[in-house]
């Protein structure tokens, strides 16, 4: 369970606020009868005020006021009741009770079991094996989750575990096949794999990627990265010079696809 | 630990929750006084609780916290200030959230302003709320929590959508929700009557004003939600018939059909079992838009969810609440008093001609949103209803609807004569009747402009005569008759801005070189050529066009096509606003040689839209504040 001192001061401050309203309860201020002959006598000097500016006939207001009058006799109910006192500190007890032990169970029932390593350094940070590891237990028993999975073939590419990766990134892409960081990160992958080269399955997952979104600036950097590999250095050109007109002048990746850029029309000088 | 303390608030307002169902239901049913008055305290320690979730969420996004799931799937450092705040709505999540801190809002609003509301009745009320709450707090936190963490936290966080980027998110969705969830009070008072048996003239009293108010912000939130979809989707719509459009229009029929029957059993006891049919119908429709927005069945902008957990949740309470309301009514409905008489010739009869077409309107509308999703559900092919249907159908009982609205406040309450009636309408048809030749004469032959014409200048008429009429008899002008008077105008404002721009408007789209110049409606757009721009969250193009009227310039219109972080291409519309004219500017695709597509509007009477939809909303504030509902009663 889930413990800090800022939940327990949260816990004490609302069973305090509410025993308080235990102790010093709000007066009850109105019946129902109260309440309804207020009302009814209002619409009685409506009425009288109706037939004085001559919006209504006498015949008409005669009928109104029977008819309130007769709504009047059929609501009241003299609903007088005596009121039963109670024990605050029980109740107060009780709420105290009810708020900390159901609070705190329903929040460890909702919190996950693997906690982030938070910037604001409650928890210490993980190291990346620390980090492989709670993520591979995570995924025992989490098969399914589409981001744990993308996320551990990031961090075995980190150490440097490319086939790991690879298998990582397959699980990733049979949950999703259509996230497009997910195909770049696995292109790149299998293409680390190939001497840095993209052909095979990392071209076609670059190519898939350019299907689903032919205005991402990734996407279009990879893209020329593997028509340059095929020697096709018009088709790299045309996908760095469509990167750089849609990213920002000061898009931090401008200086990569503007070295590529240059690298390409030198060869095609040459 | 900020984020831990959000996250434990929301369970505390959940516990506080089932603490407000419990506690003062027992001092209710067993006398102690003490436990039923601390309904309000409770509701004041959850609203407390909901708020500080809120506002920890919003400093997440502000403080570009991406170890919050939600935060890194929709923010980034690149994006605005006021967008990052309001990105908390933006989604799924943090929309619910909203959802939920509205909702408390209008509670703790009630258990303030209600010292004119009996104990028993306040505090049954409250209850219902909190039962409310606690339905959607378990949903909140069960399967759609806001504060998830991230195992390994992004550096940078992914993009809100686009089209959200936008001045709209920030007011649209809150005025909506507003309205939406203000839809529960009328509701849990209607309920709270019910469970207590006493269906008297209190209940009936302290749930005009709520209703007035809700509805109030219903028509702001769509008609705000009608102005963002004009400007940002580039169409040039004002009204597109989109299931969520409609999901939020069918509650607003509803309820405009409440707050006229409320006036109706108020001031005559009249309608009263249909008064408690149409609360609790109000809020099943708030529900029922819920769960079509959130559980995935329809794709739309405004549809985040596709996890159909969450819609079997929603589904269950749904049925939950319209089950358990209906079953209290027909358990409790023998309690209500037999309506008092009125005759065929009456302003009852009016407001009841008003309910009708209303609820037909609504059901209408119903049909055609639902009917595809049954068809699909039940594998019977998928098939698209659109504009021609609910042009086809609605439009004629709004028609009769307008029409009923410039005669019956003329009719007195419980019977009048057709004689007196007719002679108050007739020189009102003479001047209709001018006034609509003289219209065809020198405006336009266009039989549905026409028809919008002559209501609008009935609805003028009527009001002014009531007015002047009011005034020589002397009589005190109530805020209730002023806000109806507004009302009505707007109506008929919007009536005829919604006509004369559908009919007369102007549309073209065309191929544009630079220097090359397209007239429409006596306008000359020249184009100028379009440059590369871009900004923080953005960059794209800008277009420039100029425009003149008989060789005087009169605007200079920018339109733009951003791409956002994702590659998403924009089209940013630019717009010449006026009273009479918007002239509307959309930027195509570029076409080679410096050419573009653009698409040009002129939209006459396109602002009355918005403007009647305003007048509208008024109108209600002012009859909520009816001197009426400051009645000072004494125990």
Request: hydrophobic share 50%.
């Amino acid at each position: 369970m889930i413990l800090s001192w800022q939940f327990v001061l949260m816990i004490v401050l609302s069973s305090l606020f509410l025993a308080w309203f235990l102790y010093r309860p709000i007066k009850a201020n109105l019946s129902d009868d109260d309440s309804n002959i207020s009302i009814n006598r209002q619409r009685q000097d409506e009425l009288e005020l109706d037939i004085s500016q001559g919006l209504i006939e006498k015949s008409q207001y005669q009928e109104a006021e029977e008819e309130i009058i007769r709504t009047l006799a059929s609501e009241l109910n003299n609903n007088e009741s005596k009121n039963i006192t109670i024990k605050p500190l029980i109740w107060s007890m009780m709420i105290f009770l009810f708020v900390g032990v159901l609070s705190l169970s329903v929040y460890s029932q909702l919190t996950p079991k693997i906690i982030p390593n938070a910037d604001n350094g409650i928890n210490e940070p993980l190291s990346m094996t620390e980090s492989i590891n709670n993520l591979e237990n995570y995924l025992i028993e989490n098969p399914e989750d589409f981001q744990a999975w993308k996320m551990l073939g990031l961090a075995q590419v980190g150490t440097g575990n490319i086939d790991k990766s690879i298998e990582s990134f397959e699980k990733a892409f049979l949950i999703n096949p259509n996230d497009i960081d997910l195909l770049l990160q696995y292109a790149s992958a299998i293409a680390a794999n190939q001497d840095g080269k993209f052909y095979g399955k990392s071209k076609i997952l670059i190519e898939k990627a350019l299907s689903l979104d032919p205005q991402s600036i990734q996407v279009l950097y990879f893209s020329g990265i593997v028509a340059a590999h095929e020697g096709n250095l018009n088709g790299a050109i045309e996908f760095w010079e469509k990167a750089l007109y849609l990213m920002s002048n000061d898009h931090p990746d401008r200086n990569i696809i503007e070295e590529a850029l240059g690298m390409v029309l030198n060869l095609q000088v040459k | 630990m900020l984020i831990e303390v959000g996250h434990f608030a929301l369970v505390l307002a959940l516990i506080i929750s089932v603490l407000l169902i419990v506690v003062p239901s027992i001092g209710l049913y067993q006398n102690k006084t003490s436990l039923a008055q601390l309904a309000r305290p409770l509701v004041w320690a959850q609203g407390f609780w909901v708020a500080l979730a809120f506002f920890v969420l919003m400093s997440a996004f502000l403080s570009n916290d991406f170890s919050v799931k939600y935060v890194a799937d929709n923010s980034n450092t690149q994006l605005p200030l006021l967008f990052k705040a309001s990105a908390v709505w933006g989604s799924h999540e943090g929309s619910l959230l909203l959802w939920v801190f509205v909702l408390s809002l209008w509670t703790v609003a009630v258990s303030i302003f209600s010292k004119r509301i009996p104990s028993d009745l306040i505090n049954q009320t409250l209850v219902v709320l909190g039962a409310i709450s606690f339905g959607f707090l378990l949903f909140l936190l069960f399967t759609s929590n806001p504060f998830e963490r991230l195992m390994m936290p992004p550096i940078e966080g992914r993009e809100l959508n686009p089209l959200l980027q936008d001045f709209g998110l920030a007011v649209h969705p809150p005025m909506l929700y507003m309205g939406y969830v203000g839809l529960a009070i009328p509701f849990a008072f209607v309920l709270s009557a019910l469970i207590r048996g006493q269906l008297d003239s209190t209940w009936i009293r302290w749930t005009r004003p709520w209703a007035l108010v809700s509805w109030s912000f219903l028509t702001v939130g769509i008609t705000l939600g009608s102005w963002w979809a004009y400007y940002e989707l580039g169409w040039g719509g004002w009204w597109f018939w989109d299931p969520v459009e409609n999901a939020s229009f069918m509650p607003w029929l509803v309820a405009t059909a409440l707050i006229h029957s409320l006036s109706v059993s108020e001031k005559r006891g009249a309608f009263k079992q249909w008064t408690v049919l149409l609360a609790i119908g109000g809020f099943s429709l708030s529900l029922l838009g819920t769960f079509l927005v959130r559980s995935g069945v329809l794709t739309s902008v405004h549809a985040f969810a596709t996890d159909p957990t969450r819609g079997l949740f929603i589904l269950i309470f749904l049925f939950v609440v319209i089950g358990g309301s209906l079953i209290l009514y027909t358990w409790r409905s023998s309690l209500l008093q037999q309506s008092n008489p009125f005759s065929l010739l009456s302003r009852e009869t009016g407001l009841l001609i008003n309910n009708i077409l209303l609820v037909t309107a609504m059901l209408s509308v119903l049909l055609g949103t639902l009917y595809p999703l049954i068809l699909d559900t039940l594998n019977l092919g998928k098939i698209s209803v659109g504009a021609p249907y609910f042009n086809a159908v609605f439009v004629p009982i709004m028609i009769l609807g307008v029409i009923a609205l410039a005669v019956f406040p003329y009719v007195r309450w419980k019977k009048d004569s057709l004689s007196r009636v007719f002679n108050l309408l007739k020189f009102e048809w003479i001047c209709v009747v001018l006034l609509t030749l003289l219209s065809w004469v020198f405006i336009a032959d266009n039989i549905f402009v026409l028809v919008a014409v002559g209501l609008f200048i009935w609805v003028v008429n009527h009001v002014l005569v009531l007015f002047i009429k009011r005034l020589r008899s002397k009589a005190k002008l109530s805020m209730s008759f002023i806000g109806m008077i507004v009302a009505h105008l707007g109506i008929a404002v919007f009536v005829l801005g919604a006509t004369v721009t559908t009919q007369l408007g102007i549309e073209k789209d065309i191929k544009m070189n630079i220097g090359e110049t397209q007239t429409i409606a006596g306008h000359d757009f020249v184009f100028n050529g379009v440059s590369p721009h871009s900004k923080e969250n953005y960059s794209g193009f800008i277009g420039d066009i100029t425009v003149f009227k008989n060789t005087k310039k009169v605007a200079q219109l920018n339109p733009e096509k951003r791409y956002y972080q994702t590659g998403m291409p924009m089209t940013e519309a630019s717009i010449d606003p006026s009273i009479t004219r918007d002239l509307y500017v959309a930027l195509g695709e570029g076409l080679g040689g410096g050419a573009w597509s653009v698409r040009i509007y002129y939209k006459p009477l396109v602002r009355w839209i918005w403007l009647g939809g305003l007048m509208i909303a008024i109108g209600a504030l002012f009859a909520a504040i009816d001197r009426r509902y400051f009645l000072r009663i004494k125990s």
